[in-house]
């Protein structure tokens, strides 16, 4: 069998969860013995989202291979189970930087280089090498943005041409759009979808199957009614109804039939039903945990959920395999103070610090971090969190008074966190951390061997600071355990406090690993200890 595309589309607003319904068809296809990927493509001119502020693009996701990718990705790997890398995310930023890379080598003898073709070209090649290097029997395309967005529109263009290049039977587009329910006229309205329909249409591409965000289920005549004006067939009408959980979306879809639609249109020949027992078995424990937890998120970007998506999204699988449910209490670290700490985390059983970049609420950060060690409340740092985790540590138990990372004081006279060798040097701020996957290994009698149960791990990273091994002999005399290293630089990847109950500061980022079938060990093995603590009262 050929490979096979699918191009998903949006239209009327944003918002409308086009990264989900890919992920869900992607697992109802996995889920079918398919060798499926996704892919997304982004109109924005970043060459990828990593300059961007969290509260602008909300979480930047890493791939193993180092690439800083749209929050989407995550979803993918969580649900797929299966990992992405750079190939999956395409934006107008590096379709245009390598256009004109080549334009420059005088690649393109001569031509004058335009949108069609060169860039059209440019985008299509991404498409089919994905496909093809990968060898896959579907690639799901996710088109970014809303239909109608000029800058939308190159990939649109490369959409229809590609639709021809492949040919019908071997490529599908599917549209999401809003059916709304007006209150005040008691109706569900198709409107705005006909015309997000034309619109695509007038862009030269026929959806073959819409995808109806609603909150209402959609009567038969209105599904009619949709398929009429929009030229598909009623059973290519499938509504996705508001669920509770993302979780629930592959299982609606199943139960719409998108599955079954895509494979029958596509003639892709499977004659199982897909597997999903693992997966109703997940929904069934977030629908109905027997215990809750509460647990304090401390960053500075909590008024921006997204920005924090895979934490938030390995909380729910951690708290799955414990049959509990893990309420985020989202804490500004700017507000925090030694003084009214106890106030704002007196009623958690765990407290997560979360990673980010500059000074902005170090100090709240820090004074959570002791509030946990002192009070023992089961503590979890990732990336700042864990460098944080060292600075107070330094500070309040090893004496090393005025610590710091050099991210934040520059005159600090205790380095304890400082910028990596290979850093120092570097001038441009994309793409230039230490990023993606790198070795790990574990020591015996740690949090960390006991979570992983394994000692050899892999992890991935997006940071410019470390903990500083000229500093690590004084912080591990006063009772900080490494319990973790990278083997081929020796660098410091985890740290414990080993008296403390569950005490772990990790330098790389477990959540973008975490997904349904794989929940991350740290992250269980954190929501267990804070139901531990929950019990003891
Ligand atoms: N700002 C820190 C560094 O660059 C931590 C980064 C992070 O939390 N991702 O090392």
């Known amino acids: 069998m050929s490979t096979k595309y699918i191009f998903v589309t949006g239209g009327v607003t944003s918002s409308l969860g086009k990264g989900i319904i890919c992920a869900s068809l992607g697992r109802l296809l996995t889920s079918r013995g398919l060798n499926v990927t996704i892919q997304k493509l982004d109109p924005y001119i970043n060459v990828d989202p990593g300059t961007m502020n969290p509260y602008e693009h909300g979480e930047v996701y890493v791939t193993d291979d180092g690439a800083e990718t749209d929050l989407d990705l995550g979803h993918y790997e969580r649900f797929l189970d299966l990992p992405t890398s750079q190939q999956n995310n395409v934006t107008t930023g590096r379709i245009y930087y390598d256009v004109i890379m080549k334009e420059r080598k005088g690649a393109y003898l001569g031509k004058t280089i335009q949108v069609v073709p060169h860039i059209t070209d440019e985008i299509k090649s991404r498409v089919r090498n994905l496909g093809e290097s990968g060898n896959y029997d579907v690639v799901i395309v996710e088109v970014g943005g809303t239909v109608g967005d000029i800058e939308g529109l190159p990939y649109i263009e490369a959409v229809r041409q590609m639709r021809y290049d492949v040919g019908r039977k071997n490529s599908l587009s599917i549209h999401l759009t809003l059916v709304p329910y007006l209150k005040a006229a008691g109706e569900v309205k198709t409107k705005p979808t006909q015309h997000s329909v034309k619109m695509l249409q007038e862009s030269g591409l026929m959806p073959d199957i819409l995808v109806c965000r609603a909150e209402v289920p959609l009567e038969d005549g209105i599904r009619r009614k949709i398929a009429q004006f929009c030229n598909v067939d009623v059973e290519d009408v499938i509504a996705s109804l508001d669920a509770k959980s993302i979780y629930e979306v592959p299982l609606l879809m199943l139960q719409e039939g998108l599955d079954k639609r895509v494979i029958e249109k596509l003639d892709i020949p499977v004659t199982s039903e897909p597997n999903l027992d693992g997966w109703v078995k997940f929904v069934e424990a977030v629908r109905n945990p027997s215990a809750q937890v509460s647990i304090a998120l401390v960053g500075k970007y909590v008024e921006h959920h997204d920005a924090y998506m895979s934490i938030v999204e390995a909380f729910i699988h951690a708290g799955a395999v414990n049959d509990a449910k893990v309420n985020i209490k989202w804490v500004q670290s700017e507000n925090l103070t030694a003084e009214n700490v106890g106030a704002h985390l007196g009623d958690v059983s765990g407290i997560l610090v979360a990673p980010g970049f500059g000074g902005r609420g170090i100090e709240g950060k820090l004074a959570a971090v002791e509030f946990a060690r002192v009070q023992n409340i089961p503590f979890f740092g990732i990336c700042l969190g864990m460098q944080c985790a060292v600075i107070e540590f330094a500070r309040n138990r090893c004496g090393m008074k005025g610590a710091n990372s050099t991210e934040f004081d520059g005159a600090t006279p205790y380095p304890v966190i400082d910028i990596m060798v290979e850093q120092k040097n570097i001038k441009n701020l994309g793409g230039t951390m230490r990023l993606g996957k790198y070795d790990c290994q574990l020591q015996e009698g740690t949090r960390a061997l006991e979570a992983y149960a394994q000692v050899d791990i892999s992890e991935r990273h997006r940071h410019r600071y470390e903990l500083n091994n000229n500093l690590r002999a004084d912080l591990e005399s006063c ?48 929501v267990k200890a804070s139901l531990e603590h929950q019990a003891e009262g």
């Open 479 to 526: 009772g900080l355990k490494v319990s973790g290293t990278n083997p081929d630089r020796g660098l410091v990847e985890i740290v414990e406090i080993p008296e403390n109950r569950w005490f772990v500061g990790v330098q790389f980022h477990p959540e973008l690993k975490s997904t349904v079938t794989k929940p991350h060990p740290l992250f269980t093995g954190f």
